[in-house]
């Protein structure tokens, strides 16, 4: 295993048993994602992009270990994971905060997973609402925040625990343009202070060049990494445009291009 | 209460007076109509459109009303009755939440029971009340029991519906952070449920009350069902109408509470009208 290696992909595979639209009561095989092979370098920020289908929301159920994989390893620092852990945090598209428990209360309760003691709970949960920018709205019920607002909730709850990696199933989907941009920028900058492993996924290709050191191109039917491509960027947050830099559209391009390569050759036309 | 807290706090303090005027403007608003009807009941029968023999003017009802109170008989009456809503009720908790918890929790219980339970449920409790008294007899214990009987299923299908509905994502948020299947149950599915388990206790408080009446009117020696069906006996018409009162302002009691119980428990949910 190479000295900053996190996370192996090895020829992965996950099939699950769906019904038989054709035949009533009969089942099929159906084949989410395969031949996944890639590494997660310790502390970078990688981007998974790919249209929905090609098994994005299945390659996350793996790394969090709540589903196992049909065949094939996935190792975090040398070791498989057989199970959901945290050494691992999860921050969902629908943010899926526990609506009874205040912002506070939901930062909380990870920590409480993890068996720290209360009076340091506090004073933890305190200081991750602070870096979120969210001290003034500690005790909010999540219903009584916006959708920016609730994502950030749900991004201090997981770092809270204090991962080694965050996983990210397109947390910024639901937002609208302006709360996402400032989301990414804060995310970056979240990235840089505590150099946690980042896996983000996203259907979003600017998104992905933006955020992603490396981004891993998916494709669908069944889901499996087309191309790796580096993104050269340095700096992006001193850049307050850096979308028009052309590294960046450079990028994009690439990105776009092996995404929609199939549609040329008329596979889905 | 909800009408209260629609009232934005700072008005309250800042500026008593206004804070009177909504107050005042608001219990108007709410009792006029009551008064209104109160009117008709006590012009009716004096203008002679209803027969006073069988309806008699509201200020009669009031009157006898408040001759049951001096006597102490209402007292005795609703105190019967509400003995036994509330062990009926309170058993009916006792058993329902807990059994509900666990057949929701066991997703093959829930298959194999749910016929059964809707059946139950949709059994008249009423329906049942002769097999009750051939069984426990006429004491207590068979009104205790039809109460217990009549409140068990809407708590008991309420709780399991809860349980198997608890959204998916935040069990899945839940067990991402490793926690055990016992703690996932008292952190996340035990408070996710407490909204609709309560719709089931609210439900279940209206019943006690129907069913206990209906009860006591069939067979007791005391209670406010015995109370209404004694006095129609005897032809005290005034004193009927009291009892039927009391009923009414008893439910209405129960009610309150519980919402007010309700409410505690689900601040985080969102108000739909606020």
Same mark, same amino acid.
């Given at each position: 295993?190479?000295?900053?290696?996190? &996370?192996?992909?090895?020829?992965?595979?996950?099939?699950?048993?769906? !019904?038989?639209?054709?035949?009533?009561?009969?089942?099929?095989?159906?084949?989410?994602?395969?031949?996944? /092979?890639?590494?997660?370098?310790?502390? #970078?920020?990688?981007?998974? +992009? *790919?249209?929905?289908?090609?098994?994005? /929301?299945?390659?996350?159920?793996?790394? /969090?270990?709540?589903?196992?994989?049909? /065949?094939?390893?996935?190792?975090?620092?040398? !070791?498989?994971?057989?199970?959901? *852990?945290?050494?691992?945090?999860?921050?969902?598209?629908?943010?899926?905060?526990?609506?009874?428990?205040?912002?506070?209360?939901?930062?909380?309760?990870?920590?409480?997973?993890?068996? +720290?003691?209360?009076?340091?709970?506090?004073?933890?949960?305190?200081?991750?609402?602070?870096?979120?920018?969210?001290?003034?709205?500690?005790?909010?019920?999540? =219903?009584?925040?916006? *959708?920016?607002?609730?994502?950030?909730?749900?991004?201090?709850?997981?770092?809270?625990?204090?991962?080694?990696?965050?996983?990210?199933?397109?947390?910024?989907?639901?937002?609208?343009?302006?709360?996402? #941009?400032?989301?990414?920028?804060?995310?970056?900058?979240?990235?840089?202070?505590?150099?946690?492993?980042? &896996?983000?996924?996203?259907?979003?290709?600017? #998104?992905?060049?933006?955020?992603?050191?490396? +981004?891993?191109?998916?494709?669908?039917?069944?889901?499996?990494?087309?191309?790796?491509?580096?993104?050269?960027?340095?700096? !992006?947050?001193?850049?307050?445009?850096? !979308?028009? =830099?052309?590294?960046? +559209?450079?990028?994009?391009?690439?990105?776009?291009?092996?995404?929609?390569?199939?549609?040329?050759?008329?596979?889905?036309? | 209460?909800?009408?209260?807290?629609?009232?934005?706090?700072?008005?309250?303090?800042?500026?008593?007076?206004?804070?009177?005027?909504?107050?005042?403007?608001?219990?108007?608003?709410?009792?006029?109509? $009551?008064?209104?009807?109160?009117?008709?009941?006590?012009?009716?029968?004096?203008?002679?459109?209803?027969?006073?023999?069988?309806?008699?003017?509201?200020?009669?009802?009031?009157?006898?009303?408040?001759?049951?109170?001096?006597?102490?008989?209402?007292?005795?009456?609703?105190?019967?009755?509400?003995?036994?809503? %509330?062990?009926?009720?309170?058993?009916?908790?006792?058993?329902?939440?807990?059994?509900?918890?666990?057949? @929701?929790?066991?997703? $093959?219980?829930?298959?194999?029971?749910?016929?059964?339970?809707?059946?139950?449920?949709?059994?008249?409790?009423?329906?049942?009340?002769?097999?009750?008294?051939?069984?426990?007899?006429?004491?207590?214990?068979?009104?205790?029991?039809?109460?217990?009987?009549?409140?068990?299923?809407?708590?008991?299908?309420?709780?399991?519906?809860?349980? @198997?509905?608890?959204?998916? %994502?935040?069990?899945?948020?839940?067990?991402?952070?490793?926690?055990?299947?016992?703690?996932?149950?008292?952190?996340?599915?035990?408070?996710?449920?407490?909204?609709?388990?309560?719709?089931?206790?609210?439900?279940? @408080?209206?019943?006690?009350?129907?069913?206990?009446?209906?009860?006591?009117?069939?067979?007791?020696?005391?209670?406010?069902?015995? $109370?209404?069906?004694?006095?129609?006996?005897?032809?005290?018409?005034?004193?009927?109408?009291?009892?039927?009162?009391?009923?009414?302002?008893?439910?209405?009691?129960?009610?309150?509470?519980?919402?007010?119980?309700?409410?505690?428990?689900?601040?985080?949910?969102?108000?739909?009208?606020?």
């Amino acid at each position: 295993m190479p000295a900053n290696e996190k &996370i192996r992909f090895e020829n992965v595979a996950k099939s699950f048993i769906v !019904r038989d639209p054709k035949q009533k009561g009969a089942t099929q095989q159906f084949t989410a994602v395969k031949d996944l /092979s890639f590494t997660v370098k310790e502390g #970078e920020f990688i981007t998974l +992009v *790919g249209p929905s289908g090609c098994g994005k /929301s299945t390659l996350l159920d793996l790394i /969090s270990g709540l589903t196992r994989p049909t /065949s094939g390893r996935i190792y975090m620092d040398g !070791r498989e994971i057989t199970g959901p *852990g945290l050494d691992r945090g999860i921050v969902f598209q629908q943010y899926a905060l526990f609506p009874w428990k205040t912002a506070r209360g939901n930062i909380e309760f990870g920590l409480e997973a993890k068996g +720290v003691p209360k009076h340091e709970r506090k004073e933890l949960a305190e200081h991750f609402l602070a870096l979120v920018g969210l001290s003034a709205f500690a005790n909010r019920y999540p =219903h009584e925040l916006s *959708g920016g607002m609730k994502q950030r909730v749900a991004i201090a709850r997981s770092l809270a625990f204090n991962p080694d990696v965050l996983l990210m199933d397109e947390p910024f989907a639901a937002l609208d343009a302006q709360t996402r #941009e400032t989301l990414q920028s804060e995310l970056l900058r979240i990235w840089q202070k505590t150099k946690k492993t980042i &896996i983000f996924i996203t259907h979003g290709i600017d #998104e992905a060049v933006y955020l992603g050191e490396r +981004v891993v191109v998916l494709t669908p039917g069944p889901g499996t990494v087309k191309k790796i491509v580096d993104i050269p960027l340095k700096h !992006r947050l001193d850049d307050a445009d850096i !979308r028009s =830099h052309p590294e960046f +559209v450079k990028a994009r391009h690439e990105v776009w291009s092996l995404l929609h390569e199939l549609e040329y050759q008329g596979a889905y036309i | 209460m909800e009408n209260i807290k629609a009232v934005p706090a700072t008005l309250q303090s800042r500026n008593i007076r206004i804070g009177w005027s909504i107050n005042f403007r608001r219990l108007l608003k709410q009792s006029i109509v $009551l008064v209104l009807l109160a009117l008709l009941w006590e012009i009716a029968p004096s203008t002679g459109i209803v027969d006073p023999a069988f309806f008699p003017p509201f200020s009669d009802v009031i009157r006898a009303l408040w001759d049951l109170i001096l006597s102490g008989e209402l007292f005795h009456h609703f105190a019967a009755s509400m003995i036994r809503s %509330l062990s009926g009720f309170s058993l009916a908790l006792l058993i329902a939440i807990p059994l509900g918890l666990a057949i @929701g929790w066991y997703p $093959l219980a829930r298959e194999l029971l749910n016929p059964v339970l809707e059946l139950f449920r949709n059994t008249a409790a009423l329906a049942l009340l002769p097999v009750f008294m051939l069984v426990l007899g006429i004491g207590e214990t068979s009104k205790i029991a039809i109460v217990l009987f009549a409140c068990t299923w809407p708590i008991l299908l309420n709780t399991i519906a809860a349980v @198997g509905n608890v959204d998916p %994502l935040l069990i899945k948020s839940a067990r991402s952070m490793n926690i055990s299947s016992f703690k996932l149950f008292l952190k996340v599915i035990l408070p996710a449920s407490v909204p609709t388990i309560f719709t089931g206790i609210r439900m279940a @408080g209206t019943g006690a009350i129907l069913v206990l009446i209906a009860a006591e009117m069939v067979g007791a020696k005391e209670g406010l069902g015995y $109370l209404i069906t004694y006095s129609q006996y005897n032809f005290q018409i005034p004193e009927m109408f009291a009892g039927i009162l009391t009923i009414a302002l008893l439910g209405l009691l129960i009610n309150q509470g519980l919402s007010v119980i309700e409410r505690k428990f689900s601040r985080w949910k969102q108000q739909v009208n606020s």
